[in-house]
């Protein structure tokens, strides 16, 4: 099993940018696909980025691509979503995942481990 930490959230300005850490203990982190995913109130559960187990593959939802980047220090047992320019649309709760595989997903479901979430906001 692993267990995971997520940090980083806050209030910002339309803009700016954040950076979001997903701490994890437990298991070998390095076998471990991770992906972001985030809810806005009301809204579904959905994907923003994954990498791969080696930190060599990632993928990216079509609303962030370009300004977010996913990334992670298996040293140091830990993913990134260094986020840019960031807009009001992109407030919401941001939870990382884990998935006993080499790739990451965009399917919540293949995920096993989850953290409990830190939050954005992103005011106009």
């Known amino acids: 099993q692993v267990q995971l930490v997520e940090s980083g959230g806050g209030l910002v300005q339309a803009g700016d940018s954040l950076r979001l850490s997903c701490a994890a203990s437990g298991r070998d982190f390095s076998w471990y696909g991770v992906g972001w995913f985030r809810q806005a109130p009301g809204k579904e559960r959905e994907f923003v980025a994954a990498?791969?187990?080696?930190?060599?593959?990632?993928i990216y939802a079509d609303s962030v691509k370009g300004r977010f980047v996913i990334s992670r220090d298996n040293a140091k047992n830990t993913a990134y979503l260094q986020m840019n320019n960031l807009i009001p649309e992109d407030t919401a709760l941001y939870y990382c995942?884990?998935?006993?595989?080499?790739?990451?997903?965009?399917?919540?479901?293949?995920?096993?481990?989850w953290g409990q979430g830190t939050q954005v906001t992103v005011s106009s």
């Open positions: 995942a884990a998935r006993l595989h080499a790739l990451g997903s965009r399917t919540s479901a293949e995920y096993s481990y």
């Open positions: 990498v791969s187990y080696s930190g060599g593959s990632t």
